[in-house]
T-cell receptor, first 114, second 111 residues
Framework: DTEVTQTPKHLVMGMTNKKSLKCEQH?????MYWYKQKAKKPPELMFV???????INESVPSRFSPECPNSSLLNLHLHALQPEDSALYLC?????????????FGPGTRLTVL | DAKTTQPPSMDCAEGRAANLPCNHS???????VYWYRQIHSQGPQYIIH???NNETNEMASLIITEDRKSSTLILPHATLRDTAVYYC????????????FGTGTSLTVIP
C-alpha cells in the first residue's frame, strides 16, 4: 500500500463549527505533515510530526490543532475558523531520517469556511 | 524559506522534450534538489531528486550543474497529461524532512 488517504474530500463548515480532517498511511512512515494550499499558490508547511511527536509548528494559529494518535494516523482539528482559512489541506508522509526521502502526498481535503 | 527560482510558466509542444529550469544559487552541500508536480487540484506527485549527480528514472531526468547552483528537469517526450505545475525544492538532509515549496512553473503541453 503506497497511498496516503485523506477524508473527507470536501468539507463546508461555519465559523462556529468544530470539525476534523483525517489522514492515514500504511507505508510504515514515521514522519507526517500537514500543508495548506490557497488557490494558485504553492503548498505551505503547517506541521511536522516525527515518531508521533510534533517537531515543527510553522507559527500556525491555535484554531488549527494537530494530533498524531499513532504512527499511521494524523488528524487536524479545526475550531472557530475564518473564511480566509478556506483552502486545500494536504497531508504527506515520508520515512523518517536524515537521508533524502520523498514525501508521499494525499489528494487533499478542500475546506470551505462560511 | 523557499530557496529556488523558477519561471512562472512555460509551453511545450506535445512529443517534444520539456526542459524546466530551476535556480538554487544558495544551495549548500548537504541539500538535495527535489522535483514534484501538481496536476490541478490533486496532491503533489514526486518526480525525481538528486544531490550531486544527474539522475534518471522512468518519468524524467534531472541535470544538476557542477556548481549545483541550478538544475534542469527534463521530460523527454511531453504528453498532454504532463500539463501541471512543477515545483523545484531544496531540502537539507540534517534538519528534518520538511519541504518549503517555491512558486513553481506552470507547464502547458500544447497539442
Amino acid at each position: 500500500d503506497t497511498e496516503v488517504t485523506q477524508t473527507p474530500k470536501h468539507l463546508v463548515m461555519g465559523m462556529t463549527n468544530k470539525k476534523s480532517l483525517k489522514c492515514e498511511q500504511h507505508m510504515g512512515h514515521r514522519a507526517m505533515y500537514w500543508y495548506k494550499q490557497k488557490a494558485k499558490k504553492p503548498p505551505e508547511l503547517m506541521f511536522v510530526y516525527s515518531y508521533e511527536k510534533l517537531s515543527i509548528n510553522e507559527s500556525v494559529p491555535s484554531r488549527f490543532s494537530p494530533e498524531c494518535p499513532n504512527s499511521s494516523l494524523l488528524n487536524l482539528h479545526l475550531h472557530a475558523l475564518q473564511p480566509e482559512d478556506s483552502a486545500l489541506y494536504l497531508c504527506a508522509s515520508s520515512p523518517s531520517g536524515p537521508m533524502g526521502n520523498e514525501q508521499f502526498f494525499g489528494p487533499g481535503t478542500r475546506l470551505t469556511v462560511l | 524559506d523557499a530557496k529556488t527560482t523558477q519561471p512562472p510558466s512555460m509551453d511545450c509542444a506535445e512529443g517534444r522534450a520539456a526542459n524546466l529550469p530551476c535556480n538554487h544559487s544558495t544551495i549548500s552541500g548537504n541539500e538535495y534538489v527535489y522535483w514534484y508536480r501538481q496536476i490541478h487540484s490533486q496532491g503533489p506527485q514526486y518526480i525525481i531528486h538528486g544531490l550531486k549527480n544527474n539522475e534518471t528514472n522512468e518519468m524524467a531526468s534531472l541535470i544538476i550543474t557542477e556548481d549545483r547552483k541550478s538544475s534542469t528537469l527534463i521530460l523527454p517526450h511531453a504528453t498532454l497529461r504532463d500539463t501541471a505545475v512543477y515545483y523545484c525544492i531544496v531540502r537539507p538532509t540534517n534538519t528534518g524532512n520538511q519541504f518549503y515549496f517555491g512558486t513553481g512553473t506552470s507547464l502547458t503541453v500544447i497539442p
